[in-house]
């Protein structure tokens, strides 16, 4: 177990503790464009980001002990102070009232894959940066956590409102969408970790101008016409991922990407496509598409049983910025 121990009080005394069980969802890329590079080096991007039933089990101890040890059920994640959810904790703590006594121990039961494209650290800091705002009452309006979460990582954003979305910018600008009818997917994750950082930086931005495919799926809702630009990149380094999508594709599937930066590619199938992929990678994970109430109303597991940490800030957030998208 690592102990925060730039934010944790040694010797502190945890009692009057509470514990509050979280499940904090992955996400897939409906495609991905590389748009441009702004002066600080980041990428822009546009995507379309899709909640999916995969989840990790976040389990929170409150107790007015301070501080905060962080722990998780894999041993390749750093669970130290450089983790997203030890910045998120650290980003409310230093920029918002937060109570001095206040003390969480955090377990992540993961199940989403490190290193996978599936979005799950960005998951575990968003679903605790919406917590500790409802839990100590932080009030912090939901365009500011959108800022907060920008500067934790870049799909972090995307978590606190969950379903369809369209991201653009590094993640922070959204337009939430209606909501796609429910997906079936299947997931292959191969025993690699790839790192974001490395993808773009040997990203090559081309100046020429060209049709973006995701606003061409908005018109049909064809999910064959989506690309994902960083693959050339990827499947460079990683043939192996190259591969998978080259063996799902014999499948049949409609749309068969990589997620983001990979490793995890996906496909979308029909209920008689599951054997065929299983035939072929029998550790193939099979789960659907959640919609955003589905999304806000799973996150909390609350001892009242009501999902709090979505409050009516989402709702405003909705309505002033509508989908100018229509399928």
Same mark, same amino acid.
């Given at each position: 177990m690592f102990v925060l121990s730039i934010i944790c009080q040694p010797g502190a005394i945890w009692y009057n503790s509470v514990m509050f069980e979280l499940k904090s969802f992955a996400k897939i890329n409906l495609g991905l464009e590389v748009t441009g590079k702004r002066p600080d080096g980041y990428h822009e991007l546009r995507t379309v980001f899709q909640t999916i039933g995969l989840h990790d089990i976040v389990r929170v101890t409150v107790h007015d002990g301070g501080g905060l040890v962080l722990n998780g059920s894999d041993v390749s994640i750093r669970w130290d102070e450089s983790n997203t959810v030890a910045r998120a904790y650290r980003a409310l703590q230093?920029?918002?009232?937060? $109570? /001095?006594?206040?003390?969480?121990?955090? @377990?992540?039961?993961?199940?989403? $894959?490190a290193g996978s494209g599936l979005g799950g650290g960005s998951s575990n800091a968003a679903v605790i940066l919406m917590f500790m705002n409802e839990y100590f009452g932080l009030q912090v309006p939901l365009e500011r956590m959108v800022t907060i979460a920008a500067g934790v990582g870049a799909d972090v954003p995307f978590f606190l409102l969950g379903g369809t979305v369209l991201a653009e910018g590094?993640?922070?600008? *959204?337009? $939430?969408?209606?909501?796609? /009818? !429910?997906?079936?997917?299947?997931? %292959? %994750?191969?025993?690699v970790k790839v790192s974001t950082s490395q993808i773009f930086s040997r990203y090559t931005?081309?100046?020429? $101008? @060209? !049709?973006?495919?995701?606003?061409?799926? @908005?018109?049909?809702?064809?999910?064959?016409?989506?690309?994902?630009?960083? !693959?050339? %990149?990827? @499947?460079?380094?990683?043939?192996?991922?190259?591969?998978?999508?080259? *063996? *799902?594709?014999?499948v049949g599937c409609s749309c068969v990407l990589m997620s983001g930066s990979g490793s995890a590619v996906y496909a979308v199938l029909e209920e008689n496509d599951v054997d065929k992929i299983k035939e072929l990678f029998p550790n193939t994970l099979i789960c659907r598409s959640i919609d955003r109430k589905t999304y806000q109303d799973s996150v909390g597991a609350w001892p009242s049983g009501k999902a709090s940490v979505f409050g009516a800030d989402i709702r405003r957030f909705e309505s002033s910025r509508p989908s100018h998208i229509k399928g």
């Open positions: 230093n920029g918002c009232s937060l $109570p /001095p006594d206040a003390g969480l121990d955090i @377990f992540i039961q993961k199940n989403i $894959p590094i993640g922070e600008k *959204m337009t $939430p969408l209606d909501d796609l /009818p !429910e997906i079936l997917i299947g997931l %292959v %994750v191969p025993d931005l081309t100046s020429a $101008p @060209f !049709e973006s495919k995701i606003m061409t799926f @908005f018109g049909s809702r064809q999910f064959d016409f989506l690309e994902n630009s960083l !693959e050339s %990149v990827t @499947f460079e380094l990683f043939p192996e991922i190259k591969h998978i999508k080259d *063996m *799902m594709l014999t």
